[in-house]
């Protein structure tokens, strides 16, 4: 009998918790699997995990953990997979339903047949804020020129994982966790399954266009040379400036002297304040790891799990 669990991310999901729950459970049933079901609270400000424990008192396969604030979803997967360590293998599926649990037995179906990973992607983005869109598709445009292991433009987070898997995960020591370039980063044979966008049913995403573009940004910084390309610009945009002082002088286009003093000074500030920002970023970004606080804090769990 294999033992496997559903890793369930959780932050202000008051209303979707029974609906997951009940539209999830008719895919955990197999005869020769034993699965349970692990949220993670990642500190709610509802009555997220009032919801969860409710359905921990009817069903002994729910388990949960509850964060002592919130740490990111990055964090909240990572509890969750600590604390699987004993399972052959995980899913980790968002409780929003955006992510359809009837994939369950098709990802199970392809790890049946040797898969170490199963994930799975957007066929497309329609259905998704157009702003939101285009910075998606660019974000992996530039992320795969830049990187050695590559990323499917709209993989998710919910995918199944091998204990091979989970194992080689948790030997990685970042800090700062950017789970889709771990997963790739580690190889092993996978399998992608695609599906159409679902909207959420209940609530609004957590993910503002703020947190997507930090969250961009420390996966670009782990897994990627992007920032190389910094200099490399500054050095053209020095010989530009550079040949465009030389042909002023020598067309005497001495009028346009002072605009274009002012323009090469503007053009200095913000290069000079771009790498400004970028250095002091990576400076603070090595402090966070070099103290290597905890990537979370539990302030409580199900009695049976091991939280370490």
């Given at each position: 009998?294999?033992?496997?669990?559903?890793?369930?991310?959780?932050?202000?999901?008051?209303?979707?918790?029974?609906?997951?729950?009940?539209e999830t459970i008719k895919y955990l049933k197999y005869d020769d699997i034993e699965f349970?079901?692990?949220?993670?609270?990642?500190?709610?400000?509802?009555?997220?995990?009032?919801?969860?424990?409710?359905?921990?008192?009817?069903?002994?396969?729910?388990?949960?953990?509850?964060?002592s604030r919130n740490f990111g979803k990055e964090a909240a997967m990572h509890a969750g997979?600590?604390?699987?360590?004993?399972?052959?293998?995980?899913?980790?599926?968002?409780?929003?339903?955006?992510?359809?649990?009837?994939?369950?037995?098709?990802?199970?179906?392809?790890?049946?047949?040797?898969?170490?990973?199963?994930?799975?992607?957007?066929?497309?983005?329609?259905?998704?804020?157009?702003?939101?869109?285009?910075?998606?598709?660019?974000?992996?445009?530039?992320?795969?020129?830049?990187?050695?292991?590559?990323?499917?433009?709209?993989?998710?987070?919910?995918?199944?994982?091998?204990?091979?898997?989970?194992?080689?995960?948790?030997?990685?020591?970042?800090?700062?966790?950017?789970?889709?370039?771990?997963?790739?980063?580690?190889?092993?044979?996978?399998?992608?399954?695609?599906?159409?966008?679902?909207?959420?049913?209940?609530?609004?995403?957590?993910?503002?266009?703020?947190?997507?573009?930090?969250?961009?940004?420390?996966?670009?910084?782990?897994?990627?040379?992007?920032?190389?390309?910094?200099?490399?610009?500054?050095?053209?945009?020095?010989?530009?400036?550079?040949?465009?002082?030389?042909?002023?002088?020598?067309?005497?286009?001495?009028?346009?002297?002072?605009?274009?003093?002012?323009?090469?000074?503007?053009?200095?500030?913000?290069?000079?304040?771009?790498?400004?920002?970028?250095?002091?970023?990576?400076?603070?970004?090595?402090?966070?790891?070099?103290?290597?606080?905890?990537?979370?804090?539990?302030?409580?769990?199900?009695?049976?799990?091991?939280?370490?």
């Amino acid at each position: 009998m294999k033992k496997a669990r559903l890793i369930v991310p959780a932050y202000n999901e008051e209303k979707n918790i029974a609906l997951f729950y009940e539209e999830t459970i008719k895919y955990l049933k197999y005869d020769d699997i034993e699965f349970d079901i692990l949220f993670v609270n990642d500190g709610s400000k509802d009555n997220t995990l009032v919801e969860i424990l409710k359905l921990s008192k009817i069903d002994s396969s729910v388990k949960y953990i509850s964060l002592s604030r919130n740490f990111g979803k990055e964090a909240a997967m990572h509890a969750g997979l600590v604390s699987s360590k004993e399972k052959d293998f995980i899913i980790i599926i968002d409780c929003d339903l955006q992510q359809p649990p009837y994939l369950i037995p098709e990802m199970i179906s392809y790890y049946r047949e040797g898969y170490k990973i199963v994930y799975t992607k957007s066929k497309s983005r329609k259905g998704e804020p157009k702003l939101r869109t285009l910075f998606a598709n660019l974000f992996y445009k530039i992320y795969n020129a830049y990187t050695e292991k590559p990323l499917d433009n709209g993989a998710k987070d919910y995918q199944l994982m091998d204990k091979i898997v989970v194992d080689a995960f948790l030997k990685i020591k970042d800090n700062y966790r950017f789970i889709k370039g771990i997963f790739s980063w580690v190889g092993y044979p996978r399998k992608c399954i695609e599906y159409d966008f679902i909207p959420r049913k209940h609530g609004k995403s957590s993910w503002s266009f703020k947190s997507l573009v930090k969250y961009a940004f420390n996966g670009m910084n782990q897994f990627s040379s992007i920032l190389l390309v910094l200099p490399v610009l500054n050095f053209f945009l020095g010989l530009g400036l550079l040949a465009l002082d030389i042909v002023l002088y020598f067309t005497n286009v001495i009028d346009l002297t002072g605009f274009i003093l002012g323009l090469h000074m503007a053009i200095l500030v913000l290069v000079i304040s771009v790498f400004a920002y970028v250095v002091i970023y990576l400076l603070y970004s090595n402090r966070r790891q070099i103290l290597n606080r905890p990537i979370y804090l539990v302030e409580a769990a199900s009695e049976d799990l091991d939280i370490e």
